[in-house]
């Protein structure tokens, strides 16, 4: 995983009405029963993946503990989590160092 410090902005992110979920199937679970609402979300952080294992690892033990997501502010800041260059998700942390709420983007 590669970790970039950069500022995106994005509308129109999906954020389940869930939170502190294990992995990301949950998430897309709730979005797919349209239990979500729409936000507009400003990015600090990229995280790039391109091996696919590292991808699966990280997206099914969402509540771990990570550096890569340490330092990151409230609702209003997050990072995006790419795989082979593609956005996938949003990730707000509220200051902890786990994934607390998941965007999807579409």
């Known amino acids: 995983m590669r970790v970039i410090k950069e500022i995106v902005k994005l509308e ?3 954020f389940a ?3 502190k979920a294990e992995n990301l199937k949950e998430y897309i679970k709730e979005c797919d029963k349209n ?21 699966q690892d990280f997206t099914n033990n969402l509540l771990l503990d990570r550096d890569c997501l340490e330092n990151i502010g409230g609702f209003d800041e997050a ?5 082979n260059n593609e956005p996938q998700f ?16 579409n």
């Not at 400003?42 to 991808?55: G, N, P």
């Not at 990072?79 to 795989?83: H, R, T």
Request: hydrophobic share 40%.
């Open 35 to 55: 239990n979500y609402n729409l936000e507009s979300i400003t990015s600090i952080r990229s995280l790039y993946f391109t091996d696919k294992s590292a991808y």
């Open 90 to 105: 949003v990730i707000v942390t509220e200051g902890y160092s786990y994934a607390r709420y998941i965007g999807l983007i």
């Open 17 to 19: 009405h869930l939170s």
């Open 79 to 83: 990072a995006i989590v790419y795989f």
């Open 12 to 14: 129109n992110v999906k």
